[in-house]
């Protein structure tokens, strides 16, 4: 299995653009999770899924940021309009009830 | 709410060395997981670990094993034997059992600086 996918790693745009960041679960688990990591702020989640089901969207910081997961092998996180504190790794995790696993993360930078 | 503390920011060790790693959880469950990730360099965030709370086993794979001491709430990592490729930020967590115990609570992470 070639483990979760995220696109694109890096990502640089200008404050006031819209950024859609993407992920592709490992096949067969049920849940999905959205992470940022923050030196100021550490790891935190936003938002996870279970069976394409949003659960908890208590994470997300403002209504700026919206995520989907149409099936069970796609989504996205989208920030609308960016802002430079949006500056961030975003990591996206998918897994069982057990174990989460990450995906390589999304650098991203804000302008 | 649960919490996860590590009070080392940062530690070093000597190749071929053990080192342990510390952490400390609060919470009022009895049923829950707790794992240690990995982050290197490249920002991937590796699976080093997991222990479940009803088992009194210490869990272990490979040159890494945990002390895990429920009724103390600490749960570190031990590794042994220690090479370049160890060095990181290594971050404790935490996940209840629950019905709803899908969030991992993280720690603020320990640097790990392995000398050669």
């Known amino acids: 299995d070639a483990g979760v996918i995220q696109s694109p790693r890096h990502e640089v745009t200008e404050m006031g653009q819209e950024v859609t960041l993407r992920c592709k679960p490992i096949?067969?688990?049920?849940?999905l999770f959205w992470y940022r990591q923050t030196m100021m702020r550490g790891l935190e989640l936003l938002i996870y899924?279970?069976?394409?089901?949003?659960?908890?969207d208590s994470g997300m910081p403002e209504d700026r940021f919206s995520a989907k997961m149409p099936n069970a092998s796609f989504s996205t996180l989208k920030i609308q309009p960016s802002e430079p504190r949006d500056s961030a790794v975003y990591f996206c995790a998918s897994g069982s009830k057990e174990t989460q696993y990450f995906g390589p993360g999304t650098r991203l930078l804000v302008l | 709410a649960q919490t996860v503390t590590q009070s080392q920011p940062e530690m070093s060790v000597q190749e071929a060395e053990t080192v342990t790693l510390s952490c400390t959880y609060d919470?009022?469950?009895?049923?829950?997981?707790l794992f240690w990730y990995k982050q290197p360099p490249s920002r991937q965030m590796i699976l080093v670990i997991r222990?479940?709370?009803?088992?009194?086993q210490n869990a272990t794979e490979n040159r890494f094993s945990v002390n895990f001491q429920k009724a103390a709430k600490s749960f570190s990592l031990k590794i042994s034997d220690s090479q370049l490729g160890d060095a990181a930020m290594y971050f404790c967590a935490y996940r209840s059992r629950g019905e709803y115990g899908n969030k991992l609570v993280f720690g603020a992470g320990t640097i790990l600086r392995v000398k050669s």
């Open positions: 899924f279970n069976n394409n089901v949003p659960i908890d």
């Open positions: 222990q479940e709370a009803y088992k009194q």
């Open positions: 096949s067969g688990h049920d849940y």
């Open positions: 919470t009022s469950e009895s049923d829950y997981y």
